[in-house]
């Protein structure tokens, strides 16, 4: 089975730092790649999506895709106690001649103060 | 823009009870998924719909599930006979097709006792 993949944390850092989250996955006709922050007992929240190499800069979260290493990571900058949450790495996985969005299983961020 | 609705918010039945869910999308989307969601876990993707079309369904999923978007605008997903392993968060998300990015309601949390 056609995997996302997430080491599931709980990460830790401290308030102001750099969080680094990762993602890889494992079928390489994957296309189109995304973030979403999930708070606990809450409903996933779309960060941002990646649909080229390289990297993509929203405020302060940067996106980056290696198509080659098959690699996503979500950098966090000055992180917040209230970035402290679920996050999701999702991607079109290819599936019988169409594509199906598939998620890893999120990374667990705590900021602490 | 109201964003996703969906209702009920809770829902406990007993074993071998059927039960339906309804996903209001955000009103410009014309794609609608479906998602379960357990404790530790990423979404699992069910089903998905472009306008009133379901294009593609799990192939992990029951023939006790059954999802409808009959005039392209809200959606039901129905669960026959359930089990205790359906106790689960259902999710639903809209987007469009020229984007890939979802948008998700706050989810139905199915109890079956």
């Known amino acids: 089975q056609k995997e996302v993949e997430q080491n599931s944390g709980p990460l830790s850092v401290p308030e102001g730092a750099i969080a680094s989250l990762n993602c890889t996955y494992s079928?390489?006709?994957?296309?189109?790649f995304f973030w979403y922050r999930q708070y606990s007992g809450k409903s996933p929240e779309l960060i941002m999506s990646?649909?080229?190499?390289g990297d993509k800069e929203d405020g302060r979260f940067t996106a980056q895709l290696n198509k080659a290493s098959q690699y996503v990571s979500l950098l966090i900058r000055d992180s917040q106690p209230s970035d402290s949450a679920t996050y999701l790495c999702?991607?079109?996985?290819?599936?019988?001649?169409?594509?199906?969005?598939?998620f890893g299983r999120g990374t667990s961020l705590i900021v602490h103060p | 823009d109201t964003g996703v609705s969906q209702n009920p918010r809770h829902k406990i039945t007993k074993r071998g009870q059927n039960v339906t869910f309804r996903c209001d999308p955000i009103?410009?989307?014309?794609?609608l998924y479906w998602y379960r969601q357990t404790l530790g876990q990423g979404p699992e993707f069910l089903t998905y719909?472009?306008?009133?079309?379901?294009?593609?369904k799990s192939r992990l999923l029951s023939d006790r599930f059954s999802a409808e978007r009959p005039k392209g605008s809200f959606s039901t997903l129905e669960i026959q006979r359930t089990e205790q392993g359906d106790s689960a968060m259902y999710l639903c998300?809209?987007?469009?097709?020229?984007?890939?990015?979802?948008?998700f309601g706050p989810g139905t949390r199915l109890t079956v006792t």
């Open positions: 719909f472009q306008n009133e079309a379901q294009l593609e």
């Open positions: 079928d390489r006709g994957s296309q189109s």
């Open positions: 009103s410009e989307h014309n794609r």
């Open positions: 990646i649909y080229s190499n």
């Open positions: 998300a809209s987007g469009t097709s020229g984007s890939y990015e979802q948008y």
């Open positions: 999702a991607a079109r996985v290819s599936s019988g001649g169409s594509y199906i969005p598939t």
